[in-house]
């Protein structure tokens, strides 16, 4: 198998596909790049790519048991000793969900998908011969949306942290935060760096604000990884596209539009218990505090009053 690169059709209509565009240029240009010149295993990703018969025939074809049968069948034809490649400088042309309950229900399958895959197939990559670094890296690889159930939990514990925690306790968790922060800023930022994705201020902006919507994607994607671990069904909700490139471009009164608003009152919840705890942080003058909050704050306001937006005025 050979996976091509994607591209963005629609890259600059909108902050909200800015924000999807750099997602995937990190999974594009770091991951798979990194995956696949160390001799790690990677993924199809479903489209932008061209397969041998022969690969799928004897890795046991396309089966229907996950969400992401891309993945399931890359990892089944890997174990096998089948050899992909990722080409990235042959660039594919995509387009971005332009609304949120679209771009939620891909992310929605794709974690369910992946938790799905690592039920199927961890156990026998772990059972096989392969190199420990490649069933460490799958690991990885199948178990990442995991940490997005980790995040709720955050949120929640974060009032009492902030109450009961020791001088020396709150450095270290002020410590561990700013790492996590630095760490991701540099991998976006070397994801992001390169001409077509346009000013590298714009990129220094966008990379707090990709933070912030995905910690908004926590309330989805944890739904989505507590069914992958609980159940086999995998119906597949298609993403709508609308062929839309600059703003001037209509797709609001689109026959196939994914209507419904998941989770939007639980996300509207945790949106005000931030509020109420950076309230609590500032009355207990921790207000070193004060920018993780308004990172975590800002992603539930965003994905609240983009819901409302697109949902009930039918504006994007």
């Keep these: 198998m050979i996976q091509f690169c994607w591209d963005h059709i629609n890259r600059n209509f909108s902050l909200f596909t800015r924000i999807q565009a750099l997602f995937l240029d990190g999974h594009f240009h770091i991951e798979h790049f990194s995956r696949n010149r160390s001799g790690r295993f990677f993924n199809f990703n479903g489209t932008?790519?061209?397969w041998r018969r022969?690969?799928?025939?004897?890795?046991?074809?396309?089966?229907?048991?996950?969400?992401t049968e891309d993945m399931d069948l890359s990892y089944r034809a890997q174990m096998r000793g089948w050899k992909f490649l990722y080409a990235p400088d042959i660039r594919v042309p995509a387009e971005l969900p332009v609304e949120l309950a679209a771009f939620k229900s891909q992310q929605f399958r794709?974690?369910?998908?992946?938790?799905?895959?690592?039920?199927?197939?961890?156990?026998?990559l772990?059972?096989?011969?392969?190199?420990?670094r490649i069933k460490i890296e799958g690991?990885?690889?199948?178990?990442?949306?995991?940490?997005?159930?980790?995040?709720?939990l955050m949120i929640l514990v974060m009032p009492f942290v902030l109450g009961h925690m020791s001088l020396v306790q709150m450095y270290l968790y002020r410590t561990v935060l700013m790492f996590s922060l630095v760490s991701i800023t540099a991998f976006y930022l070397f994801a992001g760096w390169h001409p077509w994705a346009g000013s590298r201020i714009k990129l220094l902006i966008e990379i707090p604000l990709l933070m912030a919507v995905g910690i908004?994607?926590?309330?989805?994607?944890?739904?989505?990884?507590i069914?992958?671990?609980?159940?086999?069904?995998?119906?597949?909700?298609?993403?709508?596209?609308y062929n839309v490139v600059t703003r001037k471009?209509?797709?609001?009164?689109?026959?196939?539009r994914i209507r419904r608003v998941p989770l939007f009152w639980m996300e509207a919840f945790f949106l005000a218990y931030l509020v109420v705890t950076m309230i609590y942080s500032i009355r207990l003058s921790a207000l070193h505090m004060l920018p993780y909050l308004a990172i975590f704050t800002t992603g539930f306001a965003y994905f609240v009053t983009l819901n409302l937006k697109q949902a009930y005025s039918g504006k994007g």
Aim: charged fraction near 15%; hydrophobic fraction near 40%.
């Design 249 to 256: 471009d209509r797709w609001q009164h689109n026959i196939y």
């Design 126 to 132: 772990f059972r096989s011969d392969q190199p420990w």
């Design 216 to 225: 908004g994607l926590c309330v989805n994607n944890s739904e989505a990884v």
């Design 54 to 67: 022969s690969c799928i025939i004897d890795s046991g074809g396309w089966q229907y048991d996950t969400l």
């Design 139 to 152: 690991g990885f690889h199948m178990l990442s949306n995991v940490m997005y159930m980790v995040l709720p």
């Design 48 to 50: 932008a790519g061209m």
């Design 110 to 124: 794709w974690a369910k998908g992946s938790i799905q895959t690592a039920r199927k197939i961890l156990p026998r």
């Design 227 to 241: 069914k992958g671990i609980f159940s086999n069904a995998a119906v597949f909700v298609r993403t709508p596209k």
